[in-house]
């Protein structure tokens, strides 16, 4: 079983729509949680962490955790084209070191 | 720009040949991270710096790989003798040690293409 675990997509939704982008993982461990968006040939950049058990908002997007049954989760209200990437959930146990997931494709039609 | 900065950002060379690079951290930034991006997959961990200390480095990471962080500043990455199998994206990464902050923030990579 991989750390972390991640639908490759793509997930599609229409313009305006909520995508809901999911990620399991195995360590019961994990403490923090982090989305990062990738554009196609670009770097990483984050986008959400989430620390506690429930909802965090930020603008368009909402991240959940629900550390007993080892899912995070993003949502993003009001999708639009430009939300167009790979999204990549990643989770680090405590230490330096993040693990992250092979990513999520997410394609918004306009 | 206040960003991780990653030189050079395009890398080709032929196999066998000796490739550094340099990583430019956040400047209150005191952790340094290298990953390396193959396509499809998401970053996988190579190294890790606090300060000037090399704290820990990934079983993936063979002895062709040596990075660097003089001074606790700036990083470099050197892969000795490549491989046509060492082509990927080098990224850099950069946080800030506090408690409970993980975060990460990413340089904008090296794509390295071996021949």
């Known amino acids: 079983q991989k750390e972390v675990e991640q639908n490759s997509g793509p997930l599609s939704v229409p313009e305006g729509a909520i995508a809901s982008l999911n990620c399991t993982y195995s360590?019961?461990?994990?403490?923090?949680f982090f989305w990062y968006r990738q554009y196609s040939g670009k770097s990483p950049e984050l986008i959400m962490f989430?620390?506690?058990?429930g909802d965090k908002e930020d603008g368009r997007f909402t991240a959940q955790l629900n550390k007993a049954s080892q899912y995070v989760s993003l949502l993003i209200r009001d999708s639009q084209p430009s939300d167009s990437a790979t999204y990549l959930c990643a989770l680090n146990t405590g230490g330096f070191k993040t693990i992250f997931g092979a990513g999520t494709r997410l394609f918004v039609k306009a | 720009d206040t960003g991780v900065s990653q030189d050079p950002r395009h890398k080709i060379t032929k196999r066998g040949q000796n490739v550094t690079f340099r990583c430019d951290p956040i400047?209150?930034?005191?952790?340094l991270y290298w990953y390396r991006q193959t396509l499809g997959q998401g970053p996988e961990f190579l190294t890790y710096?606090?300060?000037?200390?090399?704290?820990?480095k990934s079983r993936l990471l063979s002895d062709r790989f040596s990075a660097e962080r003089p001074k606790g500043s700036f990083s470099t990455l050197e892969i000795q003798r490549t491989e046509q199998g060492d082509s990927a994206m080098y990224l850099c990464?950069?946080?800030?040690?506090?408690?409970?902050?993980?975060?990460?923030?990413f340089g904008p990579g090296t794509r390295l293409t071996v021949t």
């Open positions: 990464a950069s946080s800030f040690a506090a408690v409970s902050s993980y975060e990460q923030y």
């Open positions: 400047s209150e930034h005191n952790r």
């Open positions: 710096f606090q300060n000037e200390a090399q704290l820990e």
């Open positions: 989430i620390y506690s058990n």
């Open positions: 360590d019961r461990g994990s403490q923090s």
